[in-house]
């Protein structure tokens, strides 16, 4: 999108303090940190929300949060942050193009656990319910967009596995689409049901 500040600064065209970008993702601190090491995690591709995005694509920007999460707290000097999406306008989504956010945490910085920003009164009765049906839910396929190719050049090139031979490492591809390890922590109790993401798009 040409008006959206946040794919300025992924393209380059506006400049920020980064701490990391491949082909895919962009990471850099917030101009206006809630604490010290605030960091903004973003795809390049213009999304507004988490659900937008190829499965693929989400994993890798999720593989981005994990190694951040890890070092940054370390960096300043912490051992705590939460790690957030401001998903949807209702959420508090300020810019809409999809952003992560680690925010280390301090003793005595007036902050607030996650759990803390809503304060709805649920009627508890109705949780078990729920529950069936988001078990139900997740089980349908077409949750998740895949199945598109996504672009790991960078990632490959920077972090080349030692058992790969020079030879084979280009034609060597990641699977474009891997959604069983996911699908494994899921109880299926119909065989027949078990998710075969090519069939699903294909009725
Ligand atoms: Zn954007």
Not at 16 to 25: A, F, H, Q, R
Not at 52 to 57: A, K, N, R, V
Not at 142 to 151: D, L, N, P, S
Request: aromatic share 6%; glycine share 4%; charged share 35%.
């Amino acid at each position: 999108m040409t008006d959206c500040i946040f794919c300025k600064i992924a393209n380059g065209e506006i400049k920020t303090l980064k701490v990391y970008e491949d082909s895919l993702n962009f990471a850099f601190l917030d101009i206006n940190p809630s604490s010290l090491g605030h960091t903004l995690i973003i795809p390049k591709k213009h999304y507004q929300k988490l659900e937008e995005m190829l499965e693929e694509e989400a994993k890798e920007m999720f593989s981005l949060v994990f190694k951040l999460a890890k070092i940054i707290p370390k960096i300043v000097g912490t051992s705590s942050c939460n790690i957030g999406i401001n998903n949807g306008k209702l959420a508090g989504q300020e810019v809409p193009h999809l952003q992560f956010h680690i925010i280390p945490r301090f003793e005595g910085d007036k902050g607030s656990p996650i759990q803390g920003l809503v304060r709805m009164k649920v009627n508890k009765e109705e949780l078990p319910t729920l529950a069936e049906k988001i078990k139900k839910e997740i089980k349908n396929p077409e949750i998740v967009r895949e199945g598109e190719e996504v672009k790991t050049e960078d990632k490959k090139s920077k972090e080349p596995k030692k058992e790969e031979k020079p030879k084979v490492k280009e034609t060597e591809e990641r699977p474009a689409k891997s959604p069983e390890r996911e699908w494994q922590e899921f109880n299926f109790e119909e065989q027949d049901k078990a998710p075969d993401f090519s069939e699903a798009r294909r009725e």
